[in-house]
Each structure stands twice: as C-alpha cells, then as structure tokens.
C-alpha cells in the first residue's frame, strides 16, 4: 500500500485547507486512515482517524469542532478539512492506514504511512 498525501501549505489564522489522502495498491486492505502531525523534537501526534467501512471518527480533542476526516466513495482517499487554523496547528501532516478493524490513536498501531505535508500557519 502506497499513501500520497497533499494539500498543505501556508496560512493565516482563521484560514482553513483541505488535505488529501490518497492510498493505492492493496487498498482492499485498509481498514482505517488517520491523520498525524509532528513538530520538532515532539512525538507524531493523532489528529484523526476514519475507519472505511462504515465511517466512523475520531478525533484529537484539540482539533474537535474544527477539522473534519471524511473518506470518498471508493474508499481510497480521505480527507482532512482543516477550518478556523491556529499557529499552534502548524506542524508536518502525515496520514496513515491500517489492515485492523478499529480506529487506534497510538501511531505504533498503522501499518502504512505516507510522506509528510508540511502546514504552517501564521498569526
């Protein structure tokens, strides 16, 4: 499974952008996606998660109410709608999936990862 993610970019806050994820090969596969963020000398953090199958969510406590994870009819690409940034969201954006029927926060759990998207924004 290979994970392409874009969309981020710099911004000011209040602003909002919108990531993709994009998984191809053994797709089938995945079960869940999730978004991660890092910042220096920090651990990747989760931001949110979306199994497949029925779409359930989860998210970070300090993204709730402000981002949304959502997943395409082919079930092989998410989303991650990011409104009202703040310049502590500014951190490189990673997604990953999973070949396990739940929706984990810890990142030891994903199988798969993609290349980092780097989101900054400015106040």
């Known amino acids: 499974v290979q994970l392409q993610a874009s969309g981020g970019g710099l911004v000011q806050a209040g602003g909002s952008l919108r990531l993709s994820c994009a998984a191809s090969?053994?797709?089938?596969?995945?079960?869940?996606m999730g978004w991660f963020r890092q910042t220096p000398g920090k651990e990747r953090e989760f931001v949110a998660g979306v199994t497949m199958t029925v779409g359930k969510t989860d998210y970070a406590d300090s993204v709730k109410g402000r981002f949304t994870i959502s997943r395409d009819s082919g079930k092989t690409t998410v989303f991650l709608q990011m409104n009202s940034l703040k310049p502590e969201d500014t951190a490189v954006y990673y997604c990953?999936?999973?070949?396990?029927?739940?929706?984990?926060?810890?990142?030891?759990?994903?199988?798969?990862w993609g290349q980092g998207t780097q989101v900054t924004v400015s106040s």
């Open positions: 090969g053994r797709t089938p596969s995945i079960y869940t």
């Open positions: 990953a999936a999973l070949e396990a029927n739940y929706l984990p926060r810890s990142q030891r759990a994903y199988d798969y």
